[in-house]
């Protein structure tokens, strides 16, 4: 699988030039499919608008609104209870899988049951544009700081798809987001190497190779 880990969206040129290159043709061209499934478990976002407002592509965070060629929503708390042959070929010839935040380990517990996480390794030439959680989700661990929901197992583990965490919403002091002195103090209580990364940076990551995408601020942190 070819990952696109961002903040906060396709928000740039560059971010969505990389997209465009994982993708190898057109956002015109590309099939797409939506994944809400992390905003229903953080009490700061929850069901309703703000799902409504992803899946409408009116979040103010660029992902559904590129002009894709077709999008459809994959909804994982409902794929438990379906047969898989209703979504897993739907699945394989999607180009994209867009994931948006909210609550990561909710995300992850919803991957685990749905058998998606299952299905990940054999989506060699799928496309994942992370939005926050949605990237939060691939990496090892995530910190204290960023969980707001547990599973009933106390699981707090993520995927490990990377090795590196992240943490998102990188902002200067005083602004909306997670100021660099937070980051730090994040990245001090967690055991893999780390980035901060704002809303005009994402991390592409193809057969291991890591390359940060900025037109804004980002640091590894370790």
């Given at each position: 699988m070819k990952l696109l880990l961002t903040s906060g969206g396709v928000t740039n040129t560059s971010i969505r030039e990389a997209l465009v290159e994982l993708l190898g043709k057109p956002i015109s061209d590309a099939d797409a499919l939506c994944i809400p499934t992390a905003q229903y478990g953080h009490p700061s976002v929850g069901p309703g608008e703000r799902a409504w407002q992803f899946i409408s592509g009116k979040s103010g965070n660029p992902m559904v609104d590129l002009g894709w060629k077709s999008m459809g929503v994959l909804e994982l708390t409902a794929l438990p209870s379906i047969d898989e042959e209703h979504w897993i070929p739907l699945v394989r010839k999607t180009d994209v899988?867009?994931?948006?935040?909210?609550?990561v380990l909710y995300l992850c517990h919803w991957m685990r049951q749905s058998g998606l996480a299952d299905l990940l390794p054999s989506l060699t030439e799928t496309v994942w544009v992370g939005l926050s959680a949605g990237s939060m989700v691939m990496t090892p661990e995530v910190g204290e700081d960023f969980i707001q929901w547990r599973p009933a197992t106390?699981?707090?583990?993520?995927l490990g798809l990377v090795d590196f965490s992240i943490c998102p919403h990188l902002a200067p002091d005083g602004l909306p987001g997670n100021s660099m002195a937070e980051a730090e103090q994040w990245a001090a209580s967690i055991s893999a190497p780390a980035y901060a990364i704002d809303d005009q940076t994402a991390i592409k990551v193809v057969d291991g190779a890591v390359e940060v995408v900025s037109e804004g601020h980002w640091k590894r942190l370790t």
């Open positions: 899988l867009l994931v948006a935040g909210g609550d106390g699981d707090d583990s993520t």
